[in-house]
């Protein structure tokens, strides 16, 4: 699990708090990213216009708060690509994750659903 709570996203819309160009401008990783995006390179192979549209939106006008996110996002996925290179790790997590899932299984909503909601017999 990674990222802010949904409480504080709504907190940071709801005060105009998350401006992306202050992430930008206080993460080396964030920077790196989002320069990516118009790298030669990727320029070479990509399409220029929506390309640099990407990367200005996200410095100006990020409102799914992408880089609010980005630097945690990118630890995690690198821990999780070590984990599924070390495959007694990658096994003990995905069979934590499978015996925790029932949990969230749909039998379990729908039967709340008809509880709190439809009220079916």
Do not use: C, P
Request: aromatic content about 12%.
């Amino acid at each position: 699990m990674f990222g802010k709570d949904s409480d504080t996203v709504i907190d940071l819309y709801a005060k105009s708090a998350y401006v992306s160009k202050d992430y930008y401008k206080k993460s080396k990783v964030i920077k790196e990213a989002v320069d990516f995006i118009t790298d030669k390179a990727v320029l070479k192979v990509g399409h220029k216009e929506n390309l640099e549209r990407l990367q200005k939106e996200l410095l100006n006008k990020d409102w799914f708060m992408t880089l609010l996110d980005l630097e945690e996002y990118i630890k995690v996925k690198d821990r999780a690509i070590a984990d599924y290179e070390d495959r007694k790790s990658w096994g003990r997590k995905m069979l934590a994750n499978i015996a925790q899932a029932g949990f969230f299984s749909s039998d379990r909503t729908i039967a709340e659903y008809n509880k709190d909601i439809w009220h079916l017999r």
